[in-house]
C-alpha cells in the first residue's frame, strides 16, 4: 500500500506561481511512475503531467506544456508540480497519482493508476 498526501495548494493571482507537492508513505516510490491529475468543478478529472520511475521521462497535457514541471526525488519519497504563469482555467483539486506502468503511452488515462492522493485546491484569479 502507498499513501500520497498532497500540499501546496493554495490562492494565487493570474500569472504567478505554485509548487505542489506529493508525500508518498507506506512503500517506496522508486517502483512507481508517479502522475498529477486535476480536476475542476462540474469537469472530468483530466491529465495534467507524469514521471517516470527515475526520472528520466516526462510527459505534459497540452494545456499545462511550456508551464508546469514535473519533478521527483526518491530519496525524500515526494514528487512535486511546478507551476507557473498560473491561468484562472488552472483552477482545480489537483491530485497526485501512483502507477506501477512505466511507459508514456498509458500515463493519461487515469485506470492505470493503483494509489491516490485526496488532493489539494489551487484557486487562480484574474
Known amino acids: 500500500q502507498v499513501q500520497l498526501v498532497e500540499s501546496g495548494g493554495g490562492l494565487v493571482q493570474a500569472g504567478g506561481s505554485l509548487r505542489l507537492a506529493c508525500a508518498a508513505s507506506?512503500?517506496?516510490?522508486?517502483?512507481?511512475?508517479m502522475g498529477w491529475f486535476r480536476q475542476a468543478p462540474g469537469k472530468e478529472r483530466e491529465f495534467v503531467a507524469a514521471i517516470s520511475r527515475q526520472g528520466v521521462s516526462t510527459a505534459y497535457s497540452d494545456a499545462v506544456k511550456g508551464r508546469f514541471t514535473i519533478s521527483r526525488d526518491n530519496a525524500k519519497n515526494t514528487v512535486y508540480l511546478q507551476m507557473d504563469g498560473l491561468k484562472p482555467e488552472d483552477t482545480a483539486v489537483y491530485c497526485c497519482?501512483?502507477?506501477?506502468?512505466?511507459?508514456?503511452?498509458?500515463?493519461?488515462?487515469?485506470?492505470?493508476?493503483?494509489?491516490w492522493g485526496q488532493g489539494t485546491q489551487v484557486t487562480v484569479y484574474s
Open positions: 507506506g512503500r517506496t516510490i522508486s517502483t512507481y511512475a
Open positions: 497519482a501512483a502507477t506501477p506502468q512505466n511507459y508514456q503511452a498509458v500515463w493519461g488515462s487515469a485506470i492505470h493508476y493503483d494509489y
